[in-house]
């Protein structure tokens, strides 16, 4: 079975440029999740989505990103315009829906390295 | 949220057992402790959860004492490939993951 997927795997780009990153979850999860790791701190949640439906984007840090999840599949994080301060690694991670007690564990992918000079 | 502290880095030796503890004083009822592996350029990945006493699996035991207050992950026999960064965990819903800063294992030969 194929694990969670991300596109690209480093990017850079200059500020002020758009960047959209792609997360394949893996099949079957209706729990997305999107992460970011800006330099020297700590892995942070962004929002989560099950299935198409946003149920979480209180981690989005400004109205710069945008996430979509079109169809309860793949998923993109949009950045427009970049900023310096979103260089960092972008981490998607998925999970199945519905335990009875406990969280699931979640997948993740292995990242999406964002520079923007 | 249950703020948990861990030791911020460890190093041992190849074969040897080692033990992370992680303290979370405040910990709800209904959460669990879950405990993630993350190796570099790699995403989180999970290792371990557990509710009270004691978990094992393949690769790791997890030892959670009655208070709850505190809980140990331990890996058996360390190898180098066992190098990465740890992070224990502490909550119940899915919605979503609260990673502090883990402790980074460094295994010599």
């Known amino acids: 079975e194929a694990g969670v997927t991300q596109f690209p795997s480093h990017s850079v780009i200059e500020k002020g440029q758009t960047v959209t990153l792609r997360c394949d979850p893996i099949?079957?999860?209706?729990?997305l999740y999107w992460y970011r790791r800006v330099m020297g701190k700590e892995i942070k949640f962004l929002l989560h989505?099950?299935?198409?439906?946003?149920?979480?984007e209180s981690g989005m840090p400004n109205n710069r990103f945008l996430a979509e999840r079109t169809g309860g599949t793949y998923s993109t994080l949009k950045v427009q315009p970049a900023e310096l301060e979103d260089s960092g690694v972008y981490f998607c991670?998925?999970?199945?829906?519905?335990?009875?007690?406990?969280?699931?564990?979640?997948?993740f992918g292995p990242g999406t390295r964002l520079t923007v000079t | 949220l249950a703020k948990t502290t861990q030791p911020i880095s460890m190093d041992s030796y190849e074969g040897q057992e080692v033990n992370i503890t992680c303290s979370h004083n405040?910990?709800?009822?209904?959460?669990?402790i879950t405990w993630y592996q993350q190796f570099p350029s790699q995403g989180p990945r999970f290792i371990i959860q557990g509710y009270k006493t004691k978990v094992t699996n393949e690769v790791a035991s997890l030892f959670i004492p009655a208070d709850r207050k505190s809980s140990t992950l331990s890996l058996p026999r360390v190898s180098l490939s066992d190098t990465a960064v740890y992070y224990c965990l502490v909550g119940y819903n899915t919605d979503k993951l609260i990673f502090g800063t883990g402790t980074r294992l460094q295994v010599f030969p």
């Open positions: 405040n910990i709800a009822t209904n959460d669990y």
């Open positions: 991670a998925s999970s199945q829906l519905g335990r009875l007690a406990g969280p699931y564990e979640q997948y």
């Open positions: 989505f099950v299935k198409e439906s946003k149920q979480d």
């Open positions: 099949s079957g999860h209706d729990n």
